[in-house]
Nanobody, 119 residues
Framework: QVQLVESGGGLVQAGGSLRLSCAAS????????MGWYRQAPGKQRELVAI???????NYEDSVRGRFTISRDNAKNTVYLQMNSLKPEDTAVYYC?????????????WGQGTQVTVSS
């Protein structure tokens, strides 16, 4: 069972920056991938960025070039650096992880952290 604890959300003006952190309860080397989803009011949850255990990253088109996902293996933590924030980035951001062990995939979620970008 992987536990994920997020931090770093808040209120920022358009054009500003925030960094989200997600600390995992075990070594991130044992986790197949970690990432961030977001959900705005009235919208479906969408993948923002993901990083695999091999360090391969992928981004949703609207954030590519503005957001950067990275990880600190020693701290078992994944980060999402968000620059040039826009009001449309306002959402609850959820840390996500999945493992595949003995052919069984399990998905894990953090509790969510609010990001609000004012215009």
């Amino acid at each position: 069972q992987v536990q994920l604890v997020e931090s770093g959300g808040g209120l920022v003006q358009a054009g500003g920056s925030l960094r989200l952190s997600c600390a995992a309860s075990e070594s991130i080397f044992s986790i197949n991938a970690m990432g961030w989803y977001r959900q705005a009011p009235g919208k479906q949850r969408e993948l923002v960025a993901i990083i695999t255990s091999a360090g391969i990253t992928n981004y949703e088109d609207s954030v590519r070039g503005r957001f950067t996902i990275s990880r600190d293996n020693a701290k078992n933590t994944v980060y999402l650096q968000m620059n040039s924030l826009k009001p449309e980035d306002t959402a609850v951001y959820y840390c996500y992880a999945y493992t595949v062990r003995w052919s069984t995939r399990r998905d894990y979620w953090g509790q969510g952290t609010q990001v609000t970008v004012s215009s």
